[in-house]
Antibody, heavy 117, light 107 residues
Framework: EVQLVESGGGLVQPGRSMKLSCAASGFTFSNYGMAWVRQAPTKGLEWVATISYDGSSTYYRDSVKGRFTISRDNAKSTLYLQMNSLRSEDTATYYC??????????WGQGVMVTVSS | DIQMTQSPASLSASLEEIVTITCQASQDIGNWLAWYQQKPGKSPQLLIYGATSLADGVPSRFSGSRSGTQYSLKISRLQVEDPGIYYCLQGYSAPLTFGSGTKLEIK
């Protein structure tokens, strides 16, 4: 059974940093691209970043470019999202997703990130 | 960026009724279109990928179709467990973009 379990969320002040993790199991992690998708409270879904199966390629939405870094450790079957210079508009539930080919087939339960002073 | 215009924003239908939700892409995206269902407090669930392929475990009353740059999700006979918010996603080019969502309720 595919499982994606996010951790690392919480309350953080504007301008500070936070790192999210996603532990994957139930599939060969190193064979799949992975992504982060977020959802602000009462809002729709927004793609944040994607990383290729081997970590050699990464893609970001413009609003997080230069502030967020997606990475992975295939030996640990873990996906990461390092978020720096956080803004109030980054407040959202962040989902870890598996991306087999330009869609997201499995999602984690989500982790809430609140950026507020 | 590719815009996905989803309609209607909300929909109320009776049990066993046929329901159709559409997404219009701002440019050609081929078959790089997926549909998701999200229930309150839950993660989205993949329903359709490749515009017309049913995801594993999804009931056959769900189907997807394409006509040019317009994509449709059809629920052939609405069931009590189908209410939620439905989103389309274009996976043709970054940034990947979702439609704004359709809230489906039972009448």
């Amino acid at each position: 059974e595919v499982q994606l379990v996010e951790s690392g969320g919480g309350l953080v002040q504007p301008g500070r940093s936070m790192k999210l993790s996603c532990a994957a199991s139930g599939f060969t992690f190193s064979n799949y691209g992975m992504a982060w998708v977020r959802q602000a409270p009462t809002k729709g879904l927004e793609w944040v970043a994607t990383i290729s199966y081997d970590g050699s390629s990464t893609y970001y939405r413009d609003s997080v470019k230069g502030r967020f870094t997606i990475s992975r450790d295939n030996a640990k079957s873990t996906l990461y999202l390092q978020m720096n210079s956080l803004r109030s508009e980054d407040t959202a539930t962040y989902y870890c997703t598996r991306e087999p080919g330009s869609s997201f087939d499995y999602w984690g339960q989500g982790v809430m990130v609140t950026v507020s002073s | 960026d590719i815009q996905m215009t989803q309609s209607p924003a909300s929909l109320s239908a009776s049990l066993e009724e046929i329901v159709t939700i559409t997404c219009q892409a701002s440019q050609d995206i081929g078959n790089w279109l997926a549909w998701y269902q999200q229930k309150p407090g839950k993660s989205p669930q993949l329903l359709i990928y490749g515009a017309t392929s049913l995801a594993d475990g999804v009931p056959s009353r769900f189907s997807g179709s394409r006509s040019g740059t317009q994509y449709s999700l059809k629920i052939s006979r609405l069931q009590v467990e189908d209410p939620g918010i439905y989103y389309c996603l274009q996976g043709y080019s970054a940034p990947l973009t979702f439609g704004s969502g359709t809230k489906l309720e039972i009448k």
